[in-house]
């Protein structure tokens, strides 16, 4: 009997410890069910943020696209007008040196007409004793001209008298 309270005592023992294993394991899965209850509750809350994050991810990541595009195309758009004004300067470039090239030209036959200038005025200079020489020599010769003139005139004078006399006399005799 001793042996069968013993054994009695330890099965009461045992069902006392699975008992207790059982309230525990109870309480466990009460907690459990409850902490399983908000870990979906959470879940499902962020499983709808994940949504919204990704809606809203995908809205931005529109706009940023049509930004994106809408900054390539104005990007091209300056690059094109930066060549067209790259080359536009060239030309220009290219019109300035050939007008500096003309300016230089220019400034060259004018430094050439003026050393002409210069040698003309002084060769007027130098000329002009010359001239008024020459003018001289040429009254000189107009008076000595105007002398010879006048002395043949009164030499023809002379004779035109002396033939008409002679042709008086010679129709006369």
């Known amino acids: 009997m001793e042996y069968r309270a013993v054994k009695l005592e330890k099965e009461n ?4 410890s699975s008992l207790k294993e059982l309230q525990e394991a ?3 899965e009460a907690r ?8 979906k509750n959470k879940i499902k809350s962020v499983e709808q943020m994940h949504k919204e994050c990704l809606a809203n991810l995908q ?8 930004q994106r595009e809408e900054m390539t195309r104005k990007l091209n758009n300056y690059s094109s007008q930066l060549e067209s004004k790259g080359a536009s300067l060239k030309v220009f470039e290219i019109e300035l ?25 002084s060769g007027m200079f130098e000329a002009q004793p010359k001239l ?21 005139r009164q030499q023809l004078e002379m004779r035109n008298a002396a033939l008409a006399k002679a ?5 006369r005799t």
């Open 167 to 171: 042709q008086r006399n010679c129709r």
């Open 13 to 16: 023992e045992e069902l006392l």
């Open 59 to 66: 809205a931005k990541e529109a706009e940023w696209k049509y």
């Open 26 to 28: 109870r309480i466990q």
């Open 132 to 152: 008024a020489n020459v003018e001289a020599e040429l009254r000189l010769h107009k008076k000595e001209r105007v002398e010879n003139l006048s002395i043949l």
């Open 32 to 39: 459990s069910s409850s902490s399983v209850l908000k870990l």
């Open 97 to 121: 040196e050939e007008y500096l090239s003309s300016a230089l030209q220019m400034k060259l036959q004018l430094e050439e007409i003026s050393v002409m200038l210069l040698l003309l005025k």
